[in-house]
């Protein structure tokens, strides 16, 4: 989830661009796998979104999983071109401020402001729930429950960046387990389950399906997280910085498109309906397949660890772009500076609080309940993704490169869809609101400031620093 997404990156001691083999590989391996814990960890909640909106109808279960990897996919393929025109970093605000000129920059950053806070608010939802089906007698007590992960999370960040390459074994270790579980669920399950059909005669499939994909798009959050962390690479050259960037992403497609439909198909195979209030659709699953030994122990372990994961990293990189905001003595900034005040760890410690602040009051909000926050996640992160498309889409046809800018144009196409789907249910309302409050409120400082040159590089700067 989340940006929505934004991630962890490489380790702090990487091999010099010279290095060579094994010293590269693990770079890659810490840099890759940190960066993919947040769009691995929206499996743990975007599967059961989706049958929450198809009324725990199964049957379409695995076709409205198939239509979100698409559109995952289409997504992707931007951010692979991104990578390749700006291998330094940036993300969706260089590629707005370049294409369409340096106010646009705002937009994109102001839905990433938001889909940080949602990411960190929903991630130790799950990770409480995740706790929660394993030892059912802490229910009463979720909302302290999500609220202490909350705090400890956050003051980890104190510490600063160092538990990055921890990130990438917590994402391993997820995929490996998930793997044992699907193997154990496919070919020998401890029990299946019962859900209730739902069918609804009167309603149309396709229609659906297609009203449905966009709840669980938050399994799209994170996507452009290589696209901005590989300006934290600076030991690399812009080649290397493309591989890895590019190697990113079509790692995350392939993980988390795979242990997605994986899982998706393994709820329909074992009849894993919609959750009892003390569980969730993947804890269901995975007791399912396992039963309750230690595979099962072990899953929802490696679940909550992976989502705390996720929340970290938005805690890091959430106040690393307040903090670049802020500016330095040399250069002129569009927030306070007291936001950009650091510790020793050069945790910018003022702008945790604010993240934390925030994350408290939605998690209150939505009584700690992941599925509340879900369709308000899947929103301010597609703001993004639609200027970013839009961006790439006029670049390509500057460039006279037909195929890409219709390639682009479909894809924004399809993300306007999603986002507009999403907004018509209403409260998701708010979360477009917040992200173009920012987004105003950062151009009026920016103006006022003298419109100081750059801006269009705030995050590849907060990821560089």
Do not use: C
């Not at 199964?58 to 692979?80: D, E, F, G, Q, R």
């Not at 106040?319 to 020793?344: M, Q, Y």
């Not at 409120?441 to 990821?463: C, F, K, M, N, S």
């Amino acid at each position: 989830m989340t940006q929505s997404k934004p991630a962890a990156a490489a380790v702090a001691t990487a091999p010099p661009a010279a290095a060579r083999g094994p010293r590269r590989s693990v770079l890659f391996f810490a840099f890759a796998f940190a960066v993919i814990a947040d769009p691995v960890s929206s499996v743990a909640y975007a599967i059961e979104a989706a049958l929450r909106a198809l009324h725990g109808d199964l049957a379409l279960l695995l076709p409205t999983m198939s239509l979100v990897i698409a559109l995952v996919v289409l997504v992707t393929a931007n951010y692979w071109q991104l990578v390749r025109r700006f291998p330094k970093g940036g993300g969706a605000a260089a590629a707005a401020g370049r294409a369409f000129g340096a106010r646009w920059t705002f937009l994109p950053i102001g839905a990433l402001v938001v889909d940080f806070v949602l990411t960190i608010g929903i991630s130790i939802a799950a990770a409480a729930s995740a706790v929660i089906a394993l030892f059912p007698g802490l229910a009463p007590y979720r909302i302290p429950l999500a609220l202490l992960l909350l705090v400890v999370v956050a003051g980890l960040t104190w510490f600063g960046h160092g538990g990055r390459l921890l990130f990438a074994v917590m994402t391993v270790a997820f995929v490996v387990i998930s793997v044992g579980v699907l193997v154990l669920g496919f070919t020998a399950p401890h029990t299946t389950g019962h859900a209730a059909a739902t069918t609804d005669p009167g309603r149309s499939g396709v229609l659906a399906v297609v009203l449905a994909f966009p709840v669980a798009m938050a399994l799209a959050t994170g996507i452009e997280a290589p696209s901005t962390a590989i300006a934290q690479l600076g030991q690399l050259d812009d080649t290397h910085r493309r591989r890895f960037g590019r190697g990113t992403l079509a790692l995350l497609l392939v993980i988390v498109g795979g242990l997605t439909l994986a899982l998706t198909a393994l709820a329909v195979r074992l009849h894993i309906g919609i959750p009892g209030t003390d569980s969730t659709q993947i804890a269901d699953i995975a007791h399912a397949a396992a039963g309750p030994g230690w595979l099962y122990g072990t899953f929802q372990l490696t679940s909550s660890l992976l989502l705390l994961a996720a929340a970290s990293s938005s805690f890091q990189a959430g106040p690393g772009l307040l903090k670049a905001l802020s500016g330095t003595a040399e250069r002129p900034g569009v927030l306070p500076p007291v936001l950009g005040r650091t510790n020793h760890h050069h945790t910018p410690y003022w702008s945790v609080v604010v993240y934390l602040a925030a994350a408290a009051l939605i998690i209150l909000a939505a009584a700690g309940q992941e599925q509340e926050l879900v369709l308000f996640y899947a929103v301010a992160v597609f703001v993004s993704f639609l200027v970013g498309l839009l961006a790439m889409a006029r670049f390509a046809h500057r460039e006279r490169k037909t195929a890409l800018a219709w390639l682009n144009g479909l894809a924004a196409v399809a993300v306007a869809f999603t986002l507009a789907v999403n907004l018509l249910r209403g409260w998701p309302m708010l979360s477009l609101a917040a992200s173009l409050l920012i987004a105003a409120g950062l151009y009026v400082r920016w103006t006022r400031a003298g419109r100081p040159t750059g801006i269009e590089d705030i995050e590849a700067r907060a990821e560089a620093d």
